[in-house]
Nanobody, 115 residues
Framework: QVQLVESGGDLVQPGRSLRLSCTAS????????MGWYRQAPGKSRELVAT???????NYADSVKGRFTISRDIDKKAVYLQMSSLKPEDTAVYYC?????????WGQGTQVTVSS
């Protein structure tokens, strides 16, 4: 079993930046991929960004050019740097890890973008 713990969520004004962190309870080098998803009130959970164990990244169209996913294997962590935040980025952000056929989720961290 793997535990994923997110942190960094906050209330920020539009246009500001925020960095989310996700720390795993074990080495992340064996994960096929890790990523960030988000769920806004009344909406389905959606993919935000992923990074594979080979370092390839993928982003939702809505965040391309504004968000950057990265990982630090030594720290067992994956990050989501968010800039130029918009009110529509408001959601609970979840960290995800995939290992073979197993998927792991964190408990989520709230990001609210509002003036």
């Amino acid at each position: 079993q793997v535990q994923l713990v997110e942190s960094g969520g906050d209330l920020v004004q539009p246009g500001r930046s925020l960095r989310l962190s996700c720390t795993a309870s074990r080495s992340i080098g064996s994960f096929v991929a890790m990523g960030w998803y988000r769920q806004a009130p009344g909406k389905s959970r959606e993919l935000v960004a992923t990074v594979t164990n080979g370092g390839s990244t993928n982003y939702a169209d809505s965040v391309k050019g504004r968000f950057t996913i990265s990982r630090d294997i030594d720290k067992k962590a994956v990050y989501l740097q968010m800039s130029s935040l918009k009110p529509e980025d408001t959601a609970v952000y979840y960290c995800n890890a995939r290992s073979g056929f197993s998927f792991y989720w964190g408990q989520g961290t709230q990001v609210t973008v509002s003036s």
